[in-house]
């Protein structure tokens, strides 16, 4: 089941910079924004959002981390980046 996302957002200057030097699109953003596979609260106030996504050619999968700070409005994306160890983010369901 995914997780509940974040809706009303802004992005960040340095979010922006960081999705455009790391290729992700805004559109790969916004469905892990709206619609992640994990939200995993790292401290009050901060979530990371997370899913996994293709990318390049020929295709891999990696896993997009987006850190939020929530605890104002609207969100906050801090930054974004795509990594190739989902064994080490990704969460067991409980």
Known sequence: MPAFGVQDYVVSEHALFEMRRRAVSETIDR???????QRIEIRPGRIILQSRVWRGEPAKQYLLRVFVDIDRRPAEVVTVY???KIGKYWRAEP
């Not at 469905?31 to 596979?37: G, L, Y």
């Open 31 to 37: 469905e892990v924004m709206v619609s992640p596979e």
């Open 82 to 84: 795509p990594t190739s």
